[in-house]
């Protein structure tokens, strides 16, 4: 069904707001330009809430994580010389970032760059998993000490 990701973004803000506090972590949500993507709610709630869980356990002294929905018309399909015209969810964090010879394996199941106990190293590749039901991604960029941004990319539909 037809899914705004500005709801989403709200949704999962909403949701995770009492952790982030907890955690000093202060969530904005910016709506460049909505989206209508064609997915399961609840599933890319799921992928949303795993990346700002993520996202919050990366600023161990807190900080802002930031949502921020846009649209993108040519958005390049990963191993394609194809692009579609997509809906984007960024979540920015200002945490400490991941070391490049880590970013590739992020979304292998059970890898994590956690301490023991702090995860199962399987939230990136159920997310990544979603968005790939839906015939979308997830990409991924980190500066080491400065943070990481991960974007869910959707197809869009019309309204």
Not at 12 to 26: E, F, P
Not at 92 to 101: F, K, R, S, V, W
Request: glycine share 8%; aromatic share 4%; proline share 5%.
């Amino acid at each position: 069904a037809p899914v705004k990701l500005s709801e989403v973004a709200s949704r999962a803000a909403r949701l995770l707001d009492s952790l982030a506090r907890k955690n000093k972590v202060a969530i904005e949500v910016d709506v460049v330009q909505d989206s209508q993507v064609s997915c399961d709610h609840a599933l890319i709630e799921q992928a949303v809430t795993n990346l700002m869980i993520n996202a919050i356990h990366a600023m161990p002294d807190g900080g802002t994580l930031k949502l921020r929905v846009r649209v993108d018309e040519r958005a390049p399909k990963p191993d394609s010389t194809r692009s579609i015209a997509a809906g984007v969810l960024e979540v920015h964090d200002e945490g400490t970032g991941i070391p490049a010879a880590a970013l590739e394996h992020i979304f292998e199941p059970f890898y994590t760059t956690k301490p023991e106990g702090r995860g199962t190293g399987l939230g990136l590749s159920v997310a990544r998993g979603i968005a790939e039901e839906y015939d979308g991604w997830i990409t991924a960029s980190s500066t080491e000490g400065e943070g990481s941004c991960f974007s869910i990319v959707l197809p869009r539909v019309s309204a």
